[in-house]
């Protein structure tokens, strides 16, 4: 009785590829929004990384 539940999830392999593009710099940047920032006077554009999670500001 009872039945081997195997779960469907990313392979190991592919999450550490990502990781590793990360790590190396290659992040997978994505826009979050693109504020006014008061101190620059100018438009600056926020992305973050879809693998990792970092962040990283840009000015225009
Ligand atoms: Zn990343």
């Given at each position: 009785?009872?039945?081997?539940?195997?779960?469907?999830?990313?392979?190991a392999?592919?999450?550490?590829?990502?990781?590793?593009?990360?790590?190396?710099?290659?992040?997978?940047?994505?826009?979050?929004?693109?504020?006014?920032?008061?101190?620059?006077?100018?438009?600056?554009?926020?992305?973050?990384?879809?693998?990792?999670?970092?962040?990283?500001?840009?000015?225009?």
């Open positions: 009785m009872g039945e081997v539940v195997r779960f469907r999830r990313p392979s392999s592919q999450r550490h590829k990502g990781k590793t593009l990360c790590r190396n710099g290659f992040h997978k940047w994505e826009v979050v929004d693109r504020p006014f920032d008061s101190k620059q006077g100018r438009l600056v554009t926020r992305y973050r990384c879809s693998r990792c999670g970092a962040t990283r500001v840009r000015a225009e």
